[in-house]
């Protein structure tokens, strides 16, 4: 549901900043990104923009105070005023993520996941993200997560495809085909 109600913000906010070059759009992204960060931290202060009580006037002022005192540029702050207005600030990390994807798409890059048992190097990761790249045709950039439990090797998500060389994954294999033995 949420995805659905964060689209058309993303959308219309790619629509709006289409001749902003991309790394004026990564910009945008990230003050949106610490506003959601904020939100996110401050469930109370999303609640103020919920509640009928608050009038639209300090809802308003809120609203122009937090993009003053993160200096966000006035695509963002006018964003933040339309989900405002439109009782919608709790979806603002799904329209980031959106809008992540819609930037991602405009300059050729597929996001995908690498889970691994420890913390890999910058090279590892660059490293398989340049392989990933050229299995898959687009550039590919991968997010780290730590996952103790699979104990050697790794698990790597792109899209609707996994690729899954974990030891754990392994020995779960081979345990399921010993009891059907």
């Known amino acids: 549901m949420s995805r659905r109600v964060a689209r ?3 959308v219309a906010l790619l629509e709006v900043t289409t001749r902003e070059s991309v790394p004026a759009l990564r910009q945008i992204e990230g003050q ?3 506003v959601a960060e904020l939100f ?3 469930p109370e202060l999303v609640r103020v923009f919920e509640v009928p009580s608050v009038p639209p006037a300090a809802k308003r ?3 122009d105070t937090i993009a003053e005192s993160l200096a ?6 006018r964003l933040l005023v339309a989900l405002a207005h439109h009782v919608r600030l709790r979806f603002l990390g799904e329209v980031v993520e959106m809008f992540r994807e819609l930037v991602d798409r405009r300059e050729g890059i597929v996001r995908g996941r690498v889970e691994v048992p420890v913390q890999p190097t910058a090279q ?3 490293t398989l993200a340049g392989a990933l790249t050229s299995l898959l045709g687009p550039h590919v950039r991968l997010d780290v997560k730590v996952r103790p439990e699979l104990l050697a090797g790794f698990v790597v ?3 609707s495809r996994v690729f899954d060389g974990s030891l754990l994954t ?6 399921s085909e010993a009891a059907a033995e």
Do not use: C
Not at 72 to 77: D, G, I, Q, S
Not at 170 to 175: E, G, K, P, Y
């Open 8 to 10: 058309p913000y993303a």
């Open 72 to 77: 966000l540029r006035p695509v963002a702050h």
């Open 61 to 63: 002022r809120l609203v």
């Open 170 to 175: 392994q020995v779960r294999r081979f345990a």
């Open 40 to 42: 996110r931290a401050e």
């Open 157 to 159: 998500r792109v899209g």
């Open 32 to 34: 949106l990104a610490m």
């Open 124 to 126: 590892q990761v660059e």
